[in-house]
């Protein structure tokens, strides 16, 4: 397993414009996360899919953002009508949610999607 | 969420050991503590968490105090690898998703 991939890396984009990134998670993982990153800050919770379902999504996420995790495996975060604003770093995690009381449900990211809206 | 209180930024000499503390006044008895990193340009990492007893991995040791009030993790020998953000962060059990704030930052002097 070569853990949480994200693709593109970078991608540099019009105000305006669509983009959208993926995410592929660790195969046997359950959980998987969308947080949010801009310089300086902590990753900000955006969204959580539970195999297909997408479970809770945060207030930051307006109606431009859009996630799908069709068949409980990859996941997909696109931004329509990109604002300066939503540059940032897009990261991914997946875990296999656990309602154990060892308390783990350990995220494992990737390396991050960064965008900058021109 | 309850939240966590962590100084913005430290600083230790290359393999010498460094206690990272953390401060959660309002933490709840289902609260677990965990600890994350996030190496430049790259996405954080798990590093250990924990309820109320003292933990140890192969990365570092996570100290409990005993009203469960504050937390410290300690590197036993930092080394520039190290120089990291480190996020302490409190989960409900019950609660899949992981709140961060802002870290300490550690810097690792040669």
């Known amino acids: 397993d070569t853990g949480v991939s994200q693709n593109p890396r970078h991608k540099i984009t019009k105000r305006g414009q669509n983009v959208t990134f993926r995410c592929d998670p660790i195969s046997e993982h359950n959980r998987l996360y969308w947080y949010r990153q801009t310089l300086g800050q902590g990753p900000e919770f955006l969204t959580y899919f539970q195999n297909e379902a997408q479970l809770e999504k945060s207030r930051l996420l307006s109606d431009r953002f859009s996630a799908e995790r069709p068949k409980g495996s990859f996941s997909t975060l696109e931004i329509q009508r990109t604002e300066q604003g939503d540059s940032a770093m897009y990261l991914c995690?997946?875990?296999?949610?656990?309602?154990?009381?060892?308390?783990?449900?350990?995220?494992?990211f990737g390396a991050g999607s960064r965008l900058t809206v021109l | 969420d309850a939240k966590t209180t962590q100084p913005n930024s430290m600083e230790s000499n290359e393999e010498e050991p460094v206690h990272l503390p953390c401060n959660h006044s309002?933490?709840?008895?289902?609260?677990?503590i965990h600890w994350y990193r996030q190496l430049p340009s790259q996405g954080p990492e798990y590093v250990i968490h924990?309820?109320?007893s003292n933990v140890n991995n192969r990365m570092a040791s996570l100290a409990i105090a005993e009203d469960r009030k504050s937390s410290t993790l300690i590197l036993h020998r930092a080394t520039l690898r190290d120089a990291a953000v480190y996020y302490c962060?409190?989960?409900?059990?019950?609660?899949?998703?992981?709140?961060f704030g802002t870290g300490t930052r550690l810097k690792v002097l040669a």
């Open positions: 962060i409190l989960r409900d059990v019950s609660q899949p998703k992981y709140i």
């Open positions: 924990g309820l109320t």
């Open positions: 309002t933490i709840s008895g289902t609260d677990y």
């Open positions: 995690a997946s875990s296999l949610g656990s309602r154990s009381l060892s308390g783990a449900n350990v995220l494992t």
